[in-house]
């Protein structure tokens, strides 16, 4: 590819890492290469396991943790792993055709980057590089400088009728 585009999936609904690792399968079926990461998630779902089967690259950045869940934690500290994460990203993306950041959103909503920081890592993708955005609650100004934004809105969910997450369904 020679002009790699910025998609987000974002939104209330469940699905958006489905639609990511989706695209990755994609990408990976026509023999690009393919990098996924994610932040602020402990627990990796079954379709990590996948992904590297198809030679995915996993990073997973587990030290971002999620300041709703880890109300205590030291948010400078988060700020500082969340920018290293950024600046580690920045580098070996150019290595990659398809990279997706799994819960980049939530980064930009708690504040352990700004939107200006996560606008200006955008800008400093390699040209060829297709990105991939996921999280809910994703800001006007990202929004403005994807190429292609889908929101995945919540209808009806079992967790409403008290019914837990299933493993291999939702995770």
């Not at 987000?8 to 990755?24: C, H, N, Q, S």
């Not at 996924?36 to 030290?63: C, D, P, W």
């Not at 990659?96 to 800008?123: P, Q, S």
């Not at 809105?153 to 493993?167: D, F």
């Amino acid at each position: 590819m020679k002009n790699g585009l910025i998609h987000i999936y974002t939104g209330d609904g469940k699905g958006k890492t489905t639609a990511a690792v989706g695209l990755a399968v994609r990408a990976r079926g026509r023999a690009k290469r393919v990098l996924f990461s994610q932040f602020m998630k402990a627990v990796t779902g079954g379709e990590i396991a996948m992904l590297e089967k198809l030679q995915v690259r996993i990073l997973s950045f587990k030290e971002v943790l999620s300041p709703y869940f880890h109300p205590g934690a030291d948010l400078g500290a988060l700020r500082e792993k969340a920018l290293g994460a950024l600046e580690q990203l920045s580098v070996i993306m150019t290595g990659y055709d398809l990279v997706v950041l799994d819960e980049f959103m939530h980064l930009v909503r708690h504040g352990l980057i700004m939107e200006d920081e996560a606008l200006a890592f955008l800008k400093r993708k390699p040209a060829a590089v297709e990105i991939v955005l996921t999280g809910r609650d994703a800001p006007g100004p990202l929004i403005e400088a994807a190429d292609y934004v889908t929101e995945m809105k919540a209808i009806k969910h079992p967790l409403n009728k008290g019914i837990k997450a299933r493993e291999g369904i939702e995770f």
